[in-house]
């Protein structure tokens, strides 16, 4: 997923991903808001997965 995609998504993103990593705050989602990077780094921050492991799921949710 490219930029414009998550910008354009984000909505769905933070509810999919608040879903899937629950430890992920509001205000942490909030901060990283379009920047698909920095939200891959706030998970693997608290969840300690890899970056690719990250994207491919938040990827795999997009498509559900």
Known sequence: MNK???HGQ????SAKV????GDVTDDEIKQAE?????????IREKYGDSKE???EKI???MKD
């Open 53 to 55: 492991a990250v994207a």
């Open 10 to 13: 984000w909505d769905k993103i």
């Open 34 to 42: 379009g920047n698909m990077d920095e939200l891959i780094a706030r």
């Open 59 to 61: 990827n795999q949710l």
């Open 4 to 6: 414009d995609q998550a």
């Open 18 to 21: 608040k879903q899937t990593w």
